[in-house]
């Protein structure tokens, strides 16, 4: 499985931003996907998951009413819309698919949330 992610910017403090994550196979048939981040010096943090099949969602606390996660399975391609965006948003946000026990990761993509 090889993702893809895009979507990634600069923006100021209450913007928004849509991060992309392409698959090379049916995201129909993982058993989970996700959006996790890596800020700075810091450790690599889980910030939302998304069951591609039966359409079931996660978030970390400090995201929540904030991003939204989403996929289309015609297009297998995963969402992570990110509506009032904080400095403490600033990251590499990666996108993981959960196949067949294992973990597969797409490259990073960079968001930077200017105050």
């Known amino acids: 499985v090889q993702l893809q992610a895009s979507g990634g910017g600069s923006v100021q403090a209450g913007g928004s931003l849509r991060l992309s994550c392409a698959a090379s196979?049916?995201?129909?048939?993982?058993?989970?996907m996700g959006w996790y981040r890596q800020a700075p010096g810091k450790q690599r943090e889980l910030v939302a998951t998304?069951?591609?099949?039966?359409?079931?969602?996660h978030y970390t606390d400090s995201v929540k009413g904030r991003f939204s996660i989403s996929r289309d399975n015609a297009k297998d391609t995963m969402f992570l819309q990110m509506n009032s965006l904080k400095p403490e948003d600033t990251a590499v946000y990666y996108c993981?698919?959960?196949?067949?026990?294992?973990?597969?990761w797409g490259q990073g993509t960079l968001v930077t949330v200017s105050s």
């Open positions: 993981n698919a959960y196949v067949r026990g294992t973990f597969n």
């Open positions: 196979g049916r995201i129909f048939l993982f058993d989970t």
């Open positions: 998304i069951i591609p099949g039966g359409g079931s969602t």
